[in-house]
């Protein structure tokens, strides 16, 4: 399900070229609005299509980052170095909001552009339950 609708987007913008690193970077809009409105996000990573919920994003160790749980073709927490990343989408289906981390602390930011809000629903697993 979650596949087609990646292909039914647009094309985004190319992504930079690998191993060029942007100083000082403008916040891409599409995962500010992915995270601002809990929804998924589709991309290319490694040669691979990912499907995740994007949780942080910034500046981790002077490199443009994403935090996200991957959904697709694995589940789990997965750092994403946004110079890597291609074929960025922002997909309609929402995700509840924040997960708790195995370790219960959040990770340090050079600088942090986005951080999804706290979730209402329960996840399967999760202390809400």
Known sequence: MVRRKLARLQSPPKAPQSGEMNRN?????RLLTAI????LIGLRFKGS?????PHDYGIRD???????????PETGW???EIERMSDLRVLEQTFPGSRSAPSGKHHKWDR?????GASSE???GSPLD
């Open 49 to 53: 299509v990912r499907v995740a919920e």
């Open 25 to 29: 970077p403008t916040p891409d809009q």
């Open 112 to 116: 942090l552009f986005a951080r999804v």
């Open 122 to 124: 329960k996840w399967p």
């Open 62 to 72: 002077g490199r443009e980052t994403l935090l996200a749980y991957q959904l697709e």
């Open 36 to 39: 601002g409105q809990k929804r």
């Open 78 to 80: 997965r750092w994403f």
